[in-house]
């Protein structure tokens, strides 16, 4: 049984956070609750429909362990940061792995979240996911939801590596089940994807052939990064109607939905993707999922 229950959540890095909060307003995210201010750094969270929540953070004092790791990230550019994961029993996690981690995964001490959305949580890095950072938390986890938006929930966080399998070993280790894994011809990628208790994913994704446009474009990433964070896909109920909306609102998108290619573990689900100047560097996809998860995802 998988030991990460739920993504609940996405931070994304950003430099000016009173701007960037003005840009996800305009994706259809409802405006934050009060800042959060934690070891020299200062976010906001936006609720999704199902208490899940996007995360803008920024550095408050770069002389803070936290605030000077955010500043070694942006300066290399704004962008996806950071995935929290719900486990069921945080704590015995931790008092059970502490001390010698899990696999590859290195557990730090359980922290009190500030805002009181997150209980507690444990730091997990392992290198061999890009230097992704993930966040585990406790499953409880969740922001109050005053208002409804198209956005439901994070369906799908893609994870660029330069090396599937290391990747693929990390969470195998920490008891995820791998879900599916496939070569995608058609863009060029070898995949890998992790599926959570609630139906949301971890897809790890390796460009195999850059004569690919997709491939191309996340090999460049990972050249201009290492590789880590590379995209958040939030579940909408009609994406035809989103891109409608965002389009006479002026607002900049990678052009109208589309089919996913047949080879796509998620079905036949349509899908576009936001500009990502407007999105401080990350990389948002909505998606339409299918009523009911597919069968037959092969291991």
Same mark, same amino acid.
């Given at each position: 049984?998988? @030991?990460?229950?739920?993504?609940?959540?996405?931070?994304?890095?950003?430099?000016?956070?009173?701007?960037?909060?003005?840009?996800?307003?305009?994706?259809?995210?409802?405006?934050?609750?009060?800042?959060?201010?934690?070891?020299?750094?200062?976010?906001? @969270?936006?609720?999704?429909?199902?208490?899940?929540?996007?995360?803008?953070?920024?550095?408050?004092?770069?002389?803070?362990?936290?605030?000077?790791?955010?500043?070694?990230?942006?300066?290399? +550019?704004?962008?996806?940061?950071? #995935?929290?994961?719900?486990?069921?029993?945080?704590?015995?996690?931790?008092?059970?792995?502490?001390?010698?981690?899990?696999?590859?995964?290195?557990?730090?001490?359980?922290?009190?979240?500030?805002? +009181?959305?997150?209980?507690?949580?444990?730091?997990?890095?392992?290198?061999?996911?890009?230097?992704?950072?993930?966040?585990?938390?406790?499953?409880?986890?969740?922001?109050?939801?005053?208002?409804?938006?198209?956005?439901? @929930?994070?369906?799908?966080?893609?994870?660029?590596?330069?090396?599937?399998?290391?990747?693929?070993?990390?969470? #195998?280790?920490?008891?995820?089940?791998?879900?599916?894994?496939?070569?995608?011809?058609?863009?060029?990628?070898?995949?890998?994807?992790? @599926?959570?208790?609630?139906?949301?994913?971890?897809?790890?994704?390796?460009?195999?052939?850059?004569?690919?446009? #997709?491939?191309?474009?996340?090999?460049?990433?990972?050249?201009?990064?290492? +590789?880590?964070?590379?995209?958040?896909?939030?579940?909408?109920?009609?994406?035809?109607?989103?891109?409608?909306?965002?389009?006479?609102?002026?607002?900049?998108?990678?052009?109208?939905?589309?089919?996913?290619?047949?080879?796509?573990?998620?079905?036949?689900?349509?899908?576009?993707?936001?500009?990502?100047?407007?999105?401080?560097?990350?990389?948002?996809?909505?998606? #339409?999922?299918?009523?009911?998860?597919?069968? +037959?995802?092969?291991?």
């Amino acid at each position: 049984m998988p @030991r990460f229950e739920r993504l609940v959540g996405q931070a994304i890095a950003v430099g000016d956070l009173e701007r960037a909060v003005e840009s996800f307003e305009r994706i259809g995210l409802p405006s934050p609750g009060d800042p959060i201010e934690a070891d020299g750094t200062v976010a906001v @969270r936006m609720a999704l429909n199902d208490g899940g929540y996007i995360e803008l953070i920024s550095v408050a004092d770069a002389d803070a362990p936290g605030g000077a790791a955010l500043a070694g990230f942006l300066a290399t +550019g704004e962008g996806l940061y950071r #995935t929290d994961l719900t486990v069921g029993d945080l704590a015995g996690l931790h008092a059970e792995h502490s001390a010698d981690g899990v696999g590859a995964w290195r557990l730090g001490p359980l922290v009190e979240d500030p805002a +009181g959305v997150r209980s507690t949580l444990v730091f997990a890095e392992p290198a061999a996911v890009g230097g992704a950072r993930f966040d585990l938390v406790d499953a409880g986890s969740s922001v109050v939801v005053e208002r409804r938006t198209w956005c439901d @929930r994070i369906y799908t966080h893609a994870v660029a590596v330069a090396a599937i399998v290391p990747a693929v070993e990390a969470f #195998t280790s920490a008891g995820q089940p791998l879900w599916d894994r496939s070569d995608r011809a058609d863009w060029g990628l070898d995949t890998a994807v992790f @599926r959570q208790l609630s139906g949301s994913n971890i897809e790890f994704v390796s460009p195999q052939d850059a004569s690919r446009s #997709t491939a191309s474009a996340i090999a460049s990433f990972i050249d201009r990064r290492g +590789g880590g964070h590379y995209m958040t896909v939030i579940a909408v109920a009609d994406v035809d109607a989103v891109h409608a909306t965002l389009d006479d609102q002026g607002v900049a998108t990678l052009g109208p939905p589309t089919a996913a290619p047949p080879e796509s573990p998620w079905g036949p689900v349509r899908q576009m993707w936001v500009h990502p100047k407007l999105t401080h560097g990350a990389f948002i996809e909505f998606l #339409t999922p299918p009523a009911e998860p597919p069968e +037959g995802a092969s291991s």
